[in-house]
């Protein structure tokens, strides 16, 4: 079995900071990217940043400059380091990973638990 645990959440005023981590976990031939969605409210769940196996990195519009997606030496643990946190960041963050479990089966999404960031005004 292939695990995401999330952690990090919480409430926080605006213009503060947050840092989410994403640990992944099991029996995984290759992470070939790891990255947070999130989903508020009446709305369709949407990336925020990407990374992937080489180090490439992606943003949606609305965080660049302001979020960082890294992750550790071993390449299984995720961070978003979200900065000048604004009321519209408020929503549950999902962790992804697109990943092989062996060397012959075909990537997959997987899926943390979710875990909700709040911005007040």
């Known amino acids: 079995q292939v695990q995401l645990v999330e952690s990090g959440g919480g409430l926080v005023q605006a213009g503060g900071s947050l840092r989410l981590s994403c640990a992944v976990s099991?029996?995984?031939?290759?992470?070939?990217?790891m990255g947070w969605y999130r989903q508020a409210p009446g709305k369709q769940r949407e990336l925020v940043a990407l990374i992937t196996w080489v180090g490439s990195t992606n943003y949606a519009d609305s965080v660049k400059g302001r979020f960082t997606i890294s992750r550790d030496n071993a390449k299984t643990t995720v961070f978003l380091q979200m900065n000048s946190l604004k009321p519209e960041d408020t929503a549950v963050y999902y962790c992804?990973?697109?990943?092989?479990?062996?060397?012959?089966?075909?990537?997959?999404?997987?899926w943390g638990q979710g875990t909700q960031v709040t911005v007040s005004s």
């Open positions: 099991g029996s995984i031939f290759r992470i070939n990217a």
């Open positions: 992804n990973a697109n990943l092989r479990r062996t060397e012959r089966t075909t990537s997959l999404n997987y």
